[in-house]
Nanobody, 127 residues
Framework: QVQLVESGGGSVQTGGSLRLSCAAS?????MGWFRQAPGKKREGVAS???????????YYAAAVQGRFTISRDNAKNTLYLEMNSLKPEDTAMYYC????????????????????WGQGTQVTVSS
């Protein structure tokens, strides 16, 4: 059983930065950040392989490429999402997710590929 607890959300103005954290318990093969805006489907934001070696195999949604950075501190078993140059369209509930089973690269940002989820943390970007 894997437990995930997010933190670090908040409200910022356009162009601002935030760092989200996700404390994990237990082994995961891959972890990711997802977001869901009101009235929209949950979507993948970024993913990183955590596995036995950790790191590498990072993937980003086109909408955040170059602005967001996903990373992992293996010693702390914590996942991070550094978000820069935030835009109003980044406003959403952000969720940390993990999977214990290997998944294909093509599934790295797929909601259905992950079987463990955190409770979410709200990010609001005002113009």
């Amino acid at each position: 059983q894997v437990q995930l607890v997010e933190s670090g959300g908040g409200s910022v103005q356009t162009g601002g930065s935030l760092r989200l954290s996700c404390a994990a318990s237990g082994y995961t093969y891959r972890m990711g950040w997802f977001r869901q805006a009101p009235g929209k489907k949950r979507e993948g934001v970024a993913s990183i392989r955590t596995g036995n070696t950790g790191g590498g195999g990072t993937y980003y949604a086109a909408a955040v490429q170059g602005r967001f950075t996903i990373s992992r501190d293996n010693a702390k078993n914590t996942l991070y999402l550094e978000m820069n140059s935030l835009k109003p369209e980044d406003t959403a509930m952000y969720y940390c997710a993990g999977t214990t089973a290997p998944i294909m690269a093509a599934q790295a940002l797929a909601v259905g590929a992950y079987n463990y989820w955190g409770q979410g943390t709200q990010v609001t970007v005002s113009s």
